[in-house]
């Protein structure tokens, strides 16, 4: 059966706003017309896919079935269309990227700038989202790949990590704090003070590693506050919130507000780039060699 593009945007719009006025307005079209297509859609489908009362609309079970396996088909379309503008103007492929807030650092926009550089055919699309959020989107095919942190407590199966980035975890302190006197601090130091700190449910794998740090230092951290980004964690300390264990480039979204100490028994955050498993497109298999001279070049300025 074939049904017509404008069709499946009258049913799709009536679907999501129950309402054949707002429908007709987010379409911009006049009611009589749209009334008209959902009829004749519902006369090739065989089924009605409306209840309709003078004061509410609503699904039928036909209709809460043909939305479900419908409503992702106008934004494949969209897609589409995108994908073929690209290629139109030279840009063949795109990598769909995610990020958390802890790795954007200088390093990793020069990393990005390069790519593009290199592979200007290849576009690179930015989603900051939490890891365990990354990782769902990733298993789903909503992105290529994830800047997600630390390697994952639970890895699902159908994606590969890659160690991109090692940096030392911090103590971040007020300016203001009696501990910000220190040069490095034993972090048992910090056993009495109020904590702010990455959500577990957004970062499960740097939560972890937080508690598992503070618990060799032979204490559990008290956490007053939390937040799904760790720049928000780093300004709540500048605030005075509390203190908090980061990685070390997050210093530079805080300027003289706080002091990062380092640790005397000094800890290693290792930052993971996760895809998805099996074979890739040209443009990740490029990143991915980028990716990987980016690290090399990290390691012999280290030295």
């Not at 200088?106 to 890891?131: G, K, M, N, W, Y």
């Not at 706080?258 to 443009?283: D, E, I, M, N, Y």
């Amino acid at each position: 059966m074939n049904y017509s593009l404008r069709e499946l945007e009258c049913f799709i719009a009536v679907a999501e706003e129950l309402s054949f006025t707002r429908a007709a307005q987010r379409l911009h079209l006049a009611q009589p017309p749209l009334s008209r297509h959902v009829r004749e859609l519902e006369a090739k489908v065989g089924a009605r896919l409306f209840e309709r009362t003078r004061r509410s609309v609503a699904l039928t079970p036909a209709g809460g079935l043909f939305y479900a396996e419908t409503h992702d088909v106008l934004r494949h379309l969209q897609r589409a269309g995108e994908v073929a503008r690209r290629a139109s103007i030279g840009e063949t492929e795109r990598l769909r990227l995610g990020f958390v807030s802890a790795v954007l650092s200088p390093e990793l926009v020069e990393t990005f700038r390069r790519f593009r550089q290199r592979f200007p055919s290849a576009q690179i699309e930015l989603h900051d989202r939490p890891p365990a959020e990354q990782l769902r989107a990733i298993t789903r095919g909503e992105l290529d790949g994830g800047f997600v942190g630390l390697m994952p407590r639970d890895r699902p199966a159908a994606v590969q990590f890659v160690p991109w980035r090692e940096e030392p975890l911090a103590c971040f302190v007020p300016a203001n704090h009696a501990l910000a006197s220190h040069r490095k601090l034993d972090l048992a130091a910090a056993a009495g003070e109020p904590f702010v700190a990455v959500a577990g449910a957004a970062a499960p794998a740097f939560a972890d590693f937080v508690r598992g740090v503070c618990r060799s230092a032979g204490f559990r951290p008290r956490i007053v506050l939390e937040s799904p980004r760790a720049q928000a964690v780093a300004v709540m300390v500048a605030a005075g919130s509390g203190i908090a264990l980061l990685p070390q480039s997050l210093s530079q979204w805080t300027g003289r507000a706080v002091v990062a100490l380092p640790l005397a028994k000094p800890q290693q955050v290792t930052h993971v780039f996760a895809r998805r498993a099996g074979g890739v497109s040209g443009a990740m298999r490029h990143f991915l060699a980028h990716l990987s001279e980016a690290k090399a070049d990290a390691k012999r300025v280290g030295k």
